[in-house]
Nanobody, 120 residues
Framework: QVQLVESGGGLVQAGGSLRLSCAAS????????MGWFRQAPGKEREFVAA????????AYADSVKGRFTISRELAKNTVGLQMSGLKPEDTAVYYC?????????????WGQGTQVTVSS
């Protein structure tokens, strides 16, 4: 059974940092793209960052470029999201996702989400 389990969310002041982690189990995800989405109250789920391919190619939403960094450890089947310079508008539930192709809101595998709250 495939599982993605997020951890690392919490409450932080604006300008602070948090690191999210996603542990994948049930299969090897080395050939998958993995990444993060987020959903704020009353808003649609949106793409945040992704990593994949043999070179670990990354992609970011414009809103987080320069502030968030995605990374992975293939041997451990984990993906992380280092978030710095956090803003109140980053407040959302953050979801880990995995897919054989491009990550979208309809991607194959999802975690249960972890809450990130940024206070002003």
């Amino acid at each position: 059974q495939v599982q993605l389990v997020e951890s690392g969310g919490g409450l932080v002041q604006a300008g602070g940092s948090l690191r999210l982690s996603c542990a994948a189990s049930g299969r090897t995800f080395s050939s998958y793209r993995m990444g993060w989405f987020r959903q704020a109250p009353g808003k649609e789920r949106e793409f945040v960052a992704a990593i994949g391919g043999s070179l670990g190619t990354t992609a970011y939403a414009d809103s987080v470029k320069g502030r968030f960094t995605i990374s992975r450890e293939l041997a451990k089947n984990t993906v992380g999201l280092q978030m710095s310079g956090l803003k109140p508008e980053d407040t959302a539930v953050y979801y880990c996702a995995a897919d054989k192709s491009r990550l979208t809101v309809r991607s194959e595998y999802w975690g249960q989400g972890t809450q990130v709250t940024v206070s002003s």
